[in-house]
């Protein structure tokens, strides 16, 4: 039906027909669309369209929610459609085909009970034409392109549909209807516009606004999908590689994560310097990417292992508590007086301070004095932690400082091993037999040791193996050597020598008595058995049965006597357990056998060409060392023999160059030497070095060249020049010592040795009598058996004598008796007074 407006012209068309209230959805015109409906009311509506010419008028909800709508919860345009296909379902709903025809706006609602019936009037379209139209048309269709490809719900025939369309309403309406992003609002405002351009503008502002969307949510998208698929991949990767592993019959990887998660957690608490953590920061970086199996891994890991166990600032509580030091270090040692002195001045200094760089102390001394053994009561009185590194026989310079990481099986430096091993940072560090060190193509080890002893560089000591600066300076080092002669000079400078001379015998008989029997007793399971091994017969031991320096062989010595004591105990059977058991001197022989050693005494007569002079080994301390000459014809012939060294060899030709020179003095002819060949020979065959024996060759030349005998209770040591000065000489104390113990009354010394006699123990300088000269005369004079010196050698000069431990200056012309002359100046303590102990434990 049509109606005329005023002007008679057709106006809209008006029709009833059933309205279908819509959720969430919007039907254009040319849209097919395929709804579900429920609602009783909707079902009718759709009944009565499909009575009638199945037209129905499609209009949207304002409110989806609104189960039962009223007329104003409709919006009032809408979409004239035709039902193309109703199907019923089971559960009651309709499933329904509609298109949309054209849009119509609702004038009223005639019917509202069963369904909406409304009468509707059609919405003209206004056709649009000319260049803007189709330059927008073309713009939309552009835009709707890049929003099918950014969109990949909207399927490609819509696309090649939209591009076929050239009306500007129908265009609209195609491509609206395939944008399922554009809210419902949007969608109803485009519905309502009439006119076909505005709603080309309006539907490409809302295609730009979300191609602009997508095309943020496609950014995202993809750097969500990489990162996706890069932790999926490497999920699957090592998923693959646990399976294979534990086909394999391993689950390092696991273990690998456990084993970086512990370095993490130790590196959160162990206190390193900045350099140390900053290392193992970035080695740790470099673990996590690497795969556990691999090589590289193991020697990363190792490396970070080091880093860690190192006691960077772990120190251990000192003791600063003197009178305790004393206790101990006396508990475990007799006498080294000098020794336990520089501890106590050591331990006093830090105890004012607070602070002090570790001192380097070298003990210098023969085998089996205690060097080792004091190290470790250093440690024991210092409360620090005890660490030795033996350096016999080390020849490589990467024992000192380590390998470098490139090299396979690299490894630290000892030292930085044997810190980690002791785990703190400030030990008592002996580094033992330092003098026994040697050189070859892999460097000096002695140079290596130059930075770790110094104390002005050892705080950034530098280990190759870690290849960063550690601290040295809190460590307290000790060496020890057998000689000066084996540490060069460099490295001595750098520490603080301290020389241990041999035990006296008195000496080794306390330390026997109070340190060796007990320990031996308790090691050979004696401690039940009433044993007792008397003075005289550890006196035979040290006599007969050891020659040495120390007391290493005396505690062996000891050791066996107690192996024999448990083995006659266990034989006699458990009762015999209570019966004492004494061990005099008369009874060693039946525990040691024959005597080793027979003692050095003095000889039972004077003999001629003998003379008796005093040596100091490394092994045996001081000896009395014997001097033969013997004279026949020949042609001037000097044979030197007796094991001797280079030195030795060229001492007996100046002592004999001595000799000829006074040839005119004893009373020989000037031609004296080309007639007779001399034959010099020190008995026993032991490797005798040193210049002392100068004077006791010239002495035994001269008696064997003018038939004089030597005195037999008499012995010297010094060096001899070519014009008869007599030199000094070391080792004075072990040398006195030695003729203490031979019974020698009359010990001939250089004079410049004065000094070293503050050292030598009172007892000994009250039994000998010392002579100190300056010339070869004065000793001939001495030691020979001369009725009359004067005679030969002319008026006595100035002497200088220590009898009964005082020094007594005789001047020419004076008494045997003479006094001590008052004016002279004092070097050894106790001169003029009566003399006080010179050594720890000699009285």
């Known amino acids: 039906m049509f109606f005329k407006t005023d002007d008679g012209k057709p106006g809209p068309k008006k029709r009833s027909v059933p309205l279908l209230p819509l959720r969430d959805i919007i039907v254009f015109p040319h849209m097919v669309s395929q709804l579900f409906v429920g609602r009783e009311r909707s079902i009718n509506a759709l009944d009565a369209a499909m009575a009638r010419d199945k037209d129905i008028f499609l209009a949207a909800q304002k409110n989806a929610k609104t189960n039962e709508p009223t007329p104003d919860d409709i919006f009032q345009v809408g979409t004239l459609g035709t039902i193309m296909q109703l199907l019923r379902l089971p559960d009651g709903t309709v499933k329904v085909l509609v298109e949309g025809k054209r849009r119509a706006r609702v004038k009223r609602f005639p019917q509202t009970e069963e369904y909406f019936l409304v009468e509707v009037e059609e919405v003209a379209e206004q056709s649009a034409k000319g260049v803007e139209v189709e330059a927008l048309m073309r713009s939309v269709q552009a835009a709707f392109e890049m929003y099918v490809k950014l969109n990949k719900k909207v399927q490609p025939e819509v696309l090649m549909s939209a591009q076929t369309i050239d009306d500007a309403a129908r265009l609209s309406d195609t491509i609206v209807a395939n944008l399922p992003t554009i809210k419902l609002t949007d969608r109803q405002a485009l519905l309502e516009m009439e006119d076909a351009v505005k709603r080309l503008e309006r539907l490409h502002e809302l295609m730009q606004a979300e191609i602009e969307i997508l095309q943020v949510e496609k950014k995202i998208r993809s750097r969500v999908k990489k990162q996706m698929e890069k932790t999926q991949k490497e999920y699957y990767l090592n998923e693959q590689m646990q399976a294979i592993q534990k086909e394999l019959g391993g689950g390092d990887r696991d273990e690998f994560k456990n084993e970086i998660q512990e370095v993490e957690e130790q590196l959160k608490t162990k206190r390193m310097s900045k350099e140390a953590t900053a290392k193992v920061k970035k080695e740790l970086k470099k673990l996590k990417m690497m795969h556990p199996t691999s090589a590289e891994a193991t020697v990363v890991r190792n490396y970070i292992d080091w880093i860690l166990g190192l006691p960077w600032y772990d120190k251990s509580e000192e003791n600063y508590d003197l009178k305790k030091a004393e206790e101990v270090l006396e508990e475990d040692h007799y006498g080294l007086k000098k020794i336990k002195e520089r501890i106590l001045e050591y331990l006093a200094v830090q105890a004012l301070t607070k602070k002090l760089k570790g001192p380097v102390l070298c003990l210098v001394g023969p085998p089996g004095v205690g060097k080792t053994s004091l190290a470790r009561s250093i440690a024991r009185a210092t409360g620090r932690k005890f660490q030795r590194l033996s350096l016999g026989g080390v020849r490589d310079e990467a024992e000192i400082r380590g390998h470098r990481r490139t090299y396979i099986g690299a490894l630290p430096g000892k030292l930085i091993q044997s810190l980690k091993k002791v785990g703190t940072n400030n030990p008592v560090f002996l580094l033992d037999e330092i003098d026994k060190m040697s050189t070859d193509f892999r460097g000096d080890p002695a140079a290596a040791l130059l930075e770790v002893l110094d104390p002005e560089q050892n705080h950034a000591f530098n280990d190759h193996y870690l290849d960063m600066d550690y601290d040295l300076s809190d460590v307290m080092f000790i060496t020890t050597a057998n000689t000066l002669s084996g540490i060069?000079?460099?490295?001595?400078?750098?520490?603080?020598?301290?020389?241990?001379?041999?035990?006296?015998?008195?000496?080794?008989?306390?330390?026997?008595?109070?340190?060796?029997?007990?320990?031996?007793?308790?090691?050979?399971?004696?401690?039940?058995?009433?044993?007792?091994?008397?003075?005289?017969?550890?006196?035979?031991?040290?006599?007969?049965?050891?020659?040495?320096?120390?007391?290493?062989?005396?505690?062996?010595?000891?050791?066996?006597?107690?192996?024999?004591?448990?083995?006659?105990?266990?034989?006699?059977?458990?009762?015999?357990?209570?019966?004492?058991?004494?061990?005099?001197?008369?009874n060693v022989p039946q525990y040691l056998g024959v005597p080793k050693f027979r003692l050095n005494k003095k000889e039972e007569r004077d003999e001629v060409g003998l003379?008796?002079?005093?040596?100091?080994?490394?092994?045996?301390?001081?000896?009395?060392?014997?001097?033969?000459?013997?004279?026949?014809?020949?042609?001037?012939?000097?044979?030197?023999?007796?094991?001797?060294?280079?030195?030795?060899?060229?001492?007996?030709?100046?002592?004999?160059?001595?000799?000829?020179?006074?040839?005119?003095?004893?009373?020989?002819?000037?031609?004296?030497?080309?007639?007779?060949?001399?034959?010099?020979?020190?008995?026993?065959?032991?490797?005798?070095?040193?210049?002392?024996?100068?004077?006791?060759?010239?002495?035994?030349?001269?008696?064997?060249?003018?038939?004089?005998?030597?005195?037999?209770?008499?012995a010297m040591t010094g060096e001899l020049t070519l014009r008869g000065r007599v030199m000094a000489i070391g080792g004075l104390k072990e040398k006195l010592l030695a003729a203490h113990r031979a019974g020698i009354t009359t010990v001939i010394i250089p004079r410049e040795n004065r000094k070293d006699l503050r050292e030598v123990p009172r007892r000994v300088l009250k039994a000998t009598r010392i002579v100190l000269v300056e010339h070869a005369d004065e000793v001939l004079r001495e030691a020979l058996c001369l009725s009359d010196p004067d005679a030969l050698f002319g008026p006595a000069r100035e002497t200088w004598e220590y009898i009964d431990g005082e020094l007594v200056v005789r001047r020419p012309g004076a008494k045997r008796d003479g006094a001590a002359e008052p004016n002279t100046p004092s070097l050894v303590p106790g001169e003029g007074t009566p003399a006080v102990a010179v050594s720890s434990g000699n009285a």
């Open 488 to 586: 060069p000079v460099p490295l001595q400078d750098r520490m603080e020598i301290i020389q241990l001379s041999g035990y006296t015998e008195f000496e080794k008989m306390n330390i026997a008595v109070k340190y060796l029997v007990p320990r031996q007793r308790k090691e050979c399971g004696l401690d039940e058995v009433p044993l007792t091994i008397s003075e005289n017969a550890i006196r035979t031991v040290i006599h007969h049965y050891t020659r040495e320096a120390g007391v290493r062989s005396l505690e062996r010595e000891i050791a066996s006597i107690c192996r024999k004591v448990a083995r006659s105990v266990v034989d006699a059977g458990e009762a015999s357990k209570g019966t004492p058991v004494e061990v005099a001197a008369k």
């Open 611 to 714: 003379t008796n002079g005093l040596s100091v080994t490394n092994s045996g301390g001081g000896e009395l060392l014997a001097c033969e000459v013997a004279t026949v014809a020949g042609k001037g012939k000097l044979v030197i023999t007796g094991l001797l060294e280079k030195g030795m060899e060229e001492s007996a030709q100046a002592a004999m160059s001595y000799v000829r020179s006074r040839a005119g003095l004893l009373g020989l002819e000037p031609e004296f030497y080309q007639k007779l060949d001399v034959h010099v020979h020190f008995p026993e065959f032991i490797r005798k070095d040193g210049p002392s024996a100068g004077v006791t060759m010239a002495t035994s030349l001269a008696s064997a060249l003018i038939k004089v005998p030597v005195k037999r209770d008499l």
